[in-house]
């Protein structure tokens, strides 16, 4: 419940539609979408690496890695959302709005992993809804993302790669 204040209207009703076309309870859709937070996951299970190819441009490799967690989790999907104002393709979970690995329209990819950090406990946004935010909205360019993504608020400690196809940053 604590986490609810924070959700912007068109997330909390994605959340909401999400419940009602799977025919599932609310609160179920909102623990997946907060478990993170929720659990300050302290497993490092999920890798990733940035690197540069023949041709000179940036390429992200990641996996996405929950091992033990719920068996709801351990389902990958690939979702196209092209309503929003940047559109974006994201790999999670059935049920999952957020953004955990991602690439917008404008070829910009993120690549979030938890870590852990003691002295990270703000409530908020959850965070892999605010990296939804960033990569889909008015943070849709390189410069842009990776800047939101050093000053922007954090609920539990995280590691994020971004890149674009001329630049990388962790």
Not at 65 to 77: A, S
Request: with cysteine; proline share 5%.
């Amino acid at each position: 419940r604590g986490f609810k204040k924070f959700i912007p209207k068109d997330l909390a009703f994605e959340i909401e539609g999400v419940s009602a076309g799977a025919k599932v309870p609310r609160s179920f859709v909102y623990l997946i979408n907060y478990f993170d937070d929720l659990f300050r996951i302290r497993l490092q299970q999920c890798s990733g690496f940035v690197f540069k190819d023949g041709g000179g441009n940036y390429e992200m490799a990641i996996n996405l890695d929950y091992g033990i967690m719920l068996k709801e989790l351990m389902r990958n999907c690939i979702f196209r959302h092209t309503w929003c104002p940047t559109p974006f393709l994201s790999v999670g979970s059935p049920g999952y709005i957020g953004i955990i690995r991602g690439m917008n329209a404008e070829g910009v990819a993120l690549g979030y992993f938890t870590s852990h950090a003691s002295d990270v406990k703000k409530p908020g946004l959850p965070q892999s809804l605010w990296l939804r935010q960033i990569l889909s909205g008015k943070f849709a360019d390189f410069e842009s993302v990776a800047s939101e993504l050093m000053i922007g608020p954090r609920t539990i400690g995280s590691n994020v790669l971004v890149c674009s196809k001329n630049k990388a940053a962790a």
